[in-house]
């Protein structure tokens, strides 16, 4: 029984990326297995450090009941695993004695509930029936046979955290098949026969245009909320800082158990270029000259009407600090959260409203949730 894992570290959840950051979380607390179990739309994560079997998976898959709760005997323990439809309950032990039931009968009693609950009280095996002999409340109690843990099932085996969930595999693979299809088309594209050369009349000489002030425009930086949530977790790396100037993009990262391959599969846009550094790598990229292309973005960048001090105002009671010198104007957030787009968006109107501001720099660092941002604006 020292193989199953009764008591391990267990997360459920529908949401994908959120199971990518408890396994990232797992890691780092030292957890060397997982396991993770696929119910309806949800899943369930089950972490250990060295056991081989996770017992919850393997009694599920068993029983056919949408919501029940399963006992079982076991040497001087019985073993208790609850849940209702796709969520999962409790999965405990108890001492097989008059204290061990009477816990369990405390601890069980809103999910055998008929008005709360309503589970229906499994118990497997003879032995275990025997060890509920007398007590009123189990008397109703379906009997079943005792499962055998000699031969586990396929899906209670658990893995190395060092290997990735199967979805994100299957999504590196087709992300894979769409790269090298792209870069297929672009040979065929370069290596196409140019068409025949027509003669051309030189256009007139233009009236020569006054130079464009230097720096990003709100157009160029409405993404940035969106970028730093999406590399906020990245399975098998940890960014450590990401960075706009006149160069362009830097995203710094240091790996933990992910391929290059594995990072850029997961990054959102297949423009970065990768380079070693360090200990870490660096993705450079130039920004997207409009990266507004959604509703919401376009909305943002639009002209504002709204009164400079209004605005200023504004930013100041959605937590940036604002420091100004005689050419330059400092923006601090301490606690940026990319989740909640109306912390940037009201960046972006700020910014729009005032077309002859351009940005210098902006610098994120990740600190534990939120991010600490740090934007230098020239003003003239």
């Known amino acids: 029984m020292n193989e199953w894992c009764i ?99 405390y601890v069980a009693r809103n999910w055998l509930d008929p008005h709360q609950i309503n589970c229906e009280l499994i118990i497997a095996g003879s032995k275990t029936r025997r060890l509920f002999d007398g007590i009123e409340q189990t008397q109703d109690a379906k009997v079943i046979a005792e499962f055998s843990f000699e031969k586990w099932p396929k899906l209670a085996k658990m893995r190395s955290l060092r290997q990735s969930p199967p979805w994100l595999r299957q999504r590196i693979l087709l992300r894979g098949i769409a790269v090298a299809m792209l870069v297929t088309t672009a040979s065929v594209w370069w290596f196409w026969p140019a068409p025949p050369t027509v003669a051309v009349t030189p256009p007139q000489a233009m009236p020569t245009q006054p130079a464009p002030l230097q720096g990003w425009q709100a157009q ?101 600090q604002i420091n100004r010198t005689a050419q330059t104007i400092e923006l601090q957030h301490l606690v940026f959260d990319p989740f909640t787009p109306a912390q940037w968006r009201l960046f972006i109107r700020w910014l729009s409203a005032q077309p002859n501001l351009r940005i210098q720099q902006i610098l994120a660092t990740p600190e534990h949730l939120s991010w600490r941002l740090t934007i230098t604006v020239q003003q003239p």
């Open 220 to 320: 160029q930086v409405a993404h940035v909320d969106q970028l730093l949530s999406q590399v906020s977790f990245l399975a098998g790396w940890r960014v450590s800082q990401w960075q706009l100037n006149d160069q362009g993009e830097t995203l710094s990262l240091h790996q933990s158990y992910g391929s290059h391959t594995d990072l850029l599969m997961q990054l959102p846009s297949q423009n970065w270029q990768l380079a070693t550094h360090g200990q870490g790598v660096q993705l450079h990229r130039q920004p997207p000259e409009y990266a507004a292309s959604d509703a919401v973005a376009q909305a943002a960048v639009k002209h504002d009407n709204a009164v400079p001090e209004a605005l200023d105002k504004a930013l100041l009671q959605a937590g940036f």
């Open 7 to 105: 008591q391990g570290w267990r997360q459920q959840s529908t949401d994908r990326e959120q199971i990518l950051a408890w396994l990232s979380e797992a890691k780092q607390l030292g957890f060397e297995r997982y396991n993770l179990f696929k119910q309806g739309t949800c899943y369930w994560l089950c972490c250990a450090s060295s056991e081989q079997f996770d017992i919850v998976a393997a009694i599920r898959s068993q029983v056919d009941t949408s919501a029940a709760v399963v006992v079982q005997q076991w040497s001087q323990q019985f073993v208790v695993v609850a849940w209702q439809h796709q969520t999962l309950l409790a999965c405990c032990q108890f001492s097989a004695d008059k204290h061990g039931l009477q816990n369990f009968l």
